[in-house]
């Protein structure tokens, strides 16, 4: 049976964790927070998640879990059968990755702190996610999912994209998700599969836990 190694409330585990359940492969769940002292033997460079295959081989990076369920359990496909569907597919999670999810990402040790963001930072992060805003109103669809009619990679991992862009959004106060057109409507069909609400009650419920860890690793 394959493991994920993780936490709950990590939007990355969450990718993988949503990949697993949508496919029906069975698997357990690990939790851990990278502290432990043979995660390095699991996790190469220490970063959540892992996944151990059933055969005992360990993988990290969410999009390499992703990729090699998808090879190896193609029952359930979630990519077009064309190149370019799947290369629009992937395009879509680059642009999610890299123009919304990373630049928000860099706000949240204020959020978590409590503390005002620096201007010069907000400038910045604000000019990243613009493009990315604009990029998805041009290449997304969200009729009714991202890429047409069909669910694919690029739906579940721009749903965990928006929860990072989400906690983002106090340290601004820009409802990012309001720019992107269909978005919300997008957000509501996606929040409704039993996945999804599998996926979300598991995050609340490792919250207290999820940040109690982290005042412990920073000796609060």
């Known amino acids: 049976m394959i493991t994920l190694h993780g936490f709950p409330f990590s939007n990355y585990y969450n990718i993988v964790k949503h990949t697993l359940m949508l496919k029906g492969i069975d698997f357990r769940e690990d939790l851990r927070y990278g502290d432990d002292p043979d995660w390095l033997s699991i996790s190469p460079v220490g970063k959540i998640p892992a996944m151990t295959?059933?055969?005992?081989?360990?993988?990290?990076?969410?999009?390499?879990?992703?990729?090699?369920?998808?090879?190896?359990?193609?029952?359930?496909?979630l990519y077009p059968a064309d190149s370019i569907g799947r290369a629009q597919v992937r395009q879509m999670m680059r642009v999610s990755e890299l123009y919304l999810e990373l630049p928000c990402r860099r706000l949240i040790p204020f959020v978590f702190a409590k503390k005002a963001v620096p201007a010069e930072l907000e400038v910045e992060v604000r000019s990243v996610v613009s493009r990315g805003v604009g990029a998805?109103?041009?290449?997304?669809?969200?009729?009714?999912?991202?890429?047409?009619?069909?669910?694919?990679?690029?739906?579940?991992?721009?749903r965990y994209v928006m929860s990072v862009v989400a906690l983002a959004k106090a340290g601004v106060d820009w409802d990012v998700a309001a720019e992107i057109q269909g978005l919300k409507e997008w957000q509501t069909?996606?929040?409704?599969?039993?996945?999804?609400?599998?996926?979300?009650?598991?995050?609340?419920?490792?919250?207290?836990?999820?940040?109690?860890?982290i005042r412990n690793r920073m000796g609060g």
């Open 53 to 77: 295959t059933a055969q005992g081989q360990h993988l990290s990076e969410s999009s390499v879990c992703c990729d090699y369920l998808e090879e190896t359990y193609p029952e359930k496909p």
């Open 136 to 158: 998805l109103n041009r290449i997304g669809s969200f009729d009714p999912y991202i890429a047409g009619a069909k669910l694919t990679r690029a739906d579940i991992s721009l």
């Open 189 to 213: 069909l996606m929040a409704a599969s039993d996945t999804s609400r599998k996926v979300d009650a598991d995050r609340e419920a490792n919250q207290d836990e999820f940040f109690a860890a």
